[in-house]
């Protein structure tokens, strides 16, 4: 009878799946951590802190590309056959959407580059609690997987409809911090990366609630 010890070790090889998973643990911390360092770069950008941003974004750059290359090599593994086919289209679904989390902070990183001058406060209080909750967001991701490897479906399944409770009030949140900008009196090509700054911050939450969909539907069928 399949119950809560029915987990991901079911459908994958002995040795074989435990690189895997650890790779995919390993992946998952560095979106985390790329999320962490954007934070920490709009955290600076709001005390106008020009050379802790530098630093957070160059940070950000590289926990994108080390997540990448562990894409990369998980992909290959998944492909090789590591997985049952049954279970493999949702598993590398997942790997990808996973890995554009952090292709997507980067991008946002790559706006903030733009902007020297912290936004009014009321703007820029909505930017920082839609990266504060990307990173809760990011974190309740990784105890998703943590909890499917460990045979917790009923809990990887709680999970992720908290990443999408998260995901709704950010597209509230994006209409709000959209319409004080449009409302605001900055130069118009502040106006411009900062209106992008936005849909790529709600975009971000998006991709994340993908993942997680994957994993709820891996968690479901290994029940």
């Known amino acids: 009878m399949k119950g809560e010890s029915s987990n991901i070790f079911n459908w994958l090889g ?3 799946e435990e690189e895997a998973l650890s790779l995919s643990t390993h992946h998952i911390m560095s979106v985390l951590l790329c999320a962490k360092t954007f934070q920490e770069a709009i955290n600076a950008f709001s005390k106008g802190e020009k050379k802790q941003k530098e630093e957070a974004l160059l940070k950000v750059r590289k926990y994108e590309q080390e997540a990448d290359k562990l894409r990369v090599d998980l992909v290959k593994r998944i492909s090789e056959g590591v997985v049952a086919p049954v279970d493999r289209e949702e598993l590398l679904k997942f790997v990808l959407t996973a890995d554009r989390v952090a292709d997507w902070i980067n991008g ?4 903030l580059c733009f902007l020297e001058k912290p936004f009014p406060n009321g703007i820029m209080k909505n930017i920082k609690e839609s990266v504060k909750n990307i990173v809760m967001a990011v974190e309740n991701l990784k105890d998703c997987v943590d909890a499917l490897i460990a045979g917790k479906n009923k809990e990887a399944i709680e999970l992720s409809i908290k990443v999408h ?4 009030a950010e597209d509230d949140r994006k209409q ?3 319409g004080k900008i449009l409302a605001s009196d900055l130069p118009t090509p502040q106006l411009l990366v900062s209106y992008n700054l936005i849909e790529y911050l709600e975009g971000i939450t ?3 609630e993908d993942a997680s969909d994957s994993i709820k539907v891996i968690a479901v069928k290994s029940r």
């Open 14 to 16: 002995m040795k074989q």
């Open 165 to 168: 409770e998260i995901e709704s």
């Open 206 to 208: 998006d991709k994340i």
């Open 176 to 178: 709000d911090s959209l």
């Open 108 to 111: 946002a990183a790559r706006l």
